[in-house]
């Protein structure tokens, strides 16, 4: 059996009631069988996809909270740190219903490669709560955040682990957690990204997720000739990532027509008004329906998969993972997508990601095209480290320059292991190989 086979076995085993981390994990083993083929001795010897695989460490607790009626309520914890081969664990904190172990192993799993592709020092690592923060009050927010914070500040430190926002974390969050931090070590850090600009945050971060998508997207479409002016773009979710992917995308001459939430999707033959979803969810906490209430050319169809059955250039899923299954990616390439580009984590399942693939579509995956928004984070920690903070020019400069090298070395592994154009076996390869380097080095730890 080849070694990839044996430890992909030996996964499905051991993790049998995470289907998230398993998908995870299958897509990247099976796209680097060229590389750890031709490299089966040494990464045998020195363990790297056992190792690489099992998390340094689990941590879970209880995360006890008083609502505002004065109930207890009790949420579960966590942090994953996956790996620390090339520096602290980096990775968001997601508060969502949904979480568990295996979804937080996922994220963790892919952050390790992502936060290789950006070059810069960041290890993987992810947590959460499956608290929802939806309908809370801001007072019910911050007591969850500082009781998250009670447990989470012993295993965390600027050097060591710099947790940031993920779906349900944003900068409200980010907040009272940093100021809870605070209060327990007495220590003003950058233990935190995604820090609000008066207490030390970095400018382009908000918007750094979203952008480095358009970056790295029309960058794609460039070596191709092609451009994203004027292309009908359809994106899902109304959070951070898709508001500012919709910003970029107009500014380069996008139409953008649609956008969603967990209810449904809005479609405006019009255009999106960006301006009115931003008071709609940024600062009313709303429901994207709201748009199609305000906005004449709109329409609003509950459900969230009917998205993909607009017709589009362009498909940026920048919701949730597996948010695009088989039929959802036929349905996209037979209405004249020629383009996806994933805001979200793995939003594409295996096989709608292999029907891209086979289909020739110009397919920038997750690892690579979200990465703008831990690079960003990186630059955070640079900034907070010297003590010092860069222009909005500056670090906007910085993240198109670090999209564009995301894709030179996506493309440039990608042919060399004789798979030109596909991305995702790019992207693993490209992103492993300096972890492999890096974990070699260090012996066995
Ligand atoms: P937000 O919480 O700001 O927004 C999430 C959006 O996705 C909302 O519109 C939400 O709708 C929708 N959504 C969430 N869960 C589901 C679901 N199960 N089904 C349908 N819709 C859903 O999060 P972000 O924008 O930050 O994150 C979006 C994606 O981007 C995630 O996959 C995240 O991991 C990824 N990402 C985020 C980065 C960041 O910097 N923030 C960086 C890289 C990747 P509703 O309001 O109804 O819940
Ligand atoms: O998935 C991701 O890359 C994020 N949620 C951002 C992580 C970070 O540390 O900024």
Redo the contacts with the bound molecule.
């Keep these: 059996m080849s070694y990839v086979d044996e430890v992909l076995a030996s996964v499905k085993e051991k993790n049998a009631s995470e289907p998230e981390f398993l998908q995870a994990v299958t897509e990247v083993l099976e796209s680097l069988r060229s590389v750890v083929d031709k490299n089966e001795a040494k990464y045998r010897e020195y363990g790297i996809l056992e190792r690489l695989v099992e998390p340094e460490r689990v941590i879970s607790f209880r995360v006890p909270w008083v609502d505002d009626k004065g109930q207890v309520r009790v949420n579960r914890g966590y942090r994953i740190e996956f790996n620390s081969a090339i520096g602290p664990y980096k990775g968001?904190l997601?508060f969502?219903p949904?979480v568990n172990q295996g979804i937080l192993k996922f994220?963790g799993f892919e952050q390790i490669f992502k936060n290789s592709l950006t070059s810069l020092p960041i290890g993987g690592g992810k947590g959460g709560a499956d608290f929802d923060p939806?309908g809370k009050s801001d007072r019910e927010v911050m007591a969850f955040c500082q009781s998250f914070m009670n447990e989470l500040y012993r295993h965390i430190g600027a050097d060591t682990d710099v947790p940031?926002?993920?779906?349900?974390v944003?900068g409200r969050e980010i907040g009272y957690l940093f100021g809870q931090y605070k209060r327990l070590t007495g220590l003003y850090e950058g233990v935190l990204t995604g820090k609000g600009l008066t207490y030390g945050g970095s400018l382009v971060r908000t918007q750094?997720?979203g952008y480095g998508l358009i970056y790295i997207l029309d960058e794609m479409l460039k070596h191709k000739g092609e451009s994203i002016e004027g292309k009908r773009v359809v994106i899902s979710?109304?959070?951070?990532?898709?508001i500012y992917a919709c910003e970029k995308a107009q500014e380069l001459g996008a139409k953008v027509i649609t956008m969603?939430?967990?209810?449904g999707y809005i479609v405006d033959e019009a255009g999106i008004d960006l301006s009115l979803v931003k008071e709609i969810k940024e600062v009313r906490r709303g429901r994207i329906k709201e748009y199609a209430e305000k906005v004449p050319t709109a329409q609003y169809h509950e459900g969230?998969s009917g998205v993909w059955g607009v017709a589009c250039d362009i498909a940026l899923p920048?919701?949730?993972?597996n948010?695009i299954d088989l039929n959802s990616a036929e349905l996209l390439v037979k209405n004249g997508c020629t383009a996806v580009a994933e805001?979200?984590?793995m939003?594409s399942t295996l096989e709608a990601s292999k029907y891209f693939l086979d289909n020739k579509i110009n397919y920038m995956p997750?690892k690579a095209a979200?990465a703008g928004?831990?690079a960003v984070s990186a630059l955070e920690m640079s900034q907070n480290s010297e003590r010092l903070s860069w222009s909005f020019e500056e670090v906007d400069k910085r993240l198109k320059d670090i999209m564009a090298n995301i894709y030179k070395m996506t493309s440039e592994a990608a042919k060399k292991y004789g798979h030109e154009g596909d991305f995702v076996t790019g992207a693993n390869i490209a992103g492993f190989e300096k972890v492999a380097e890096a974990m070699m080095a260090q012996g066995v730890c």
Excluded at 164 to 168: E, H, L, P, Q, R
């Design positions: 968001g997601r969502h949904s994220l939806k940031a926002g993920d779906i349900g944003g750094a997720t979710g109304s959070g951070n990532v898709a969603s939430d967990s209810n969230c920048c919701a949730t993972q948010e805001g979200a984590n939003p997750a979200n928004g831990v």
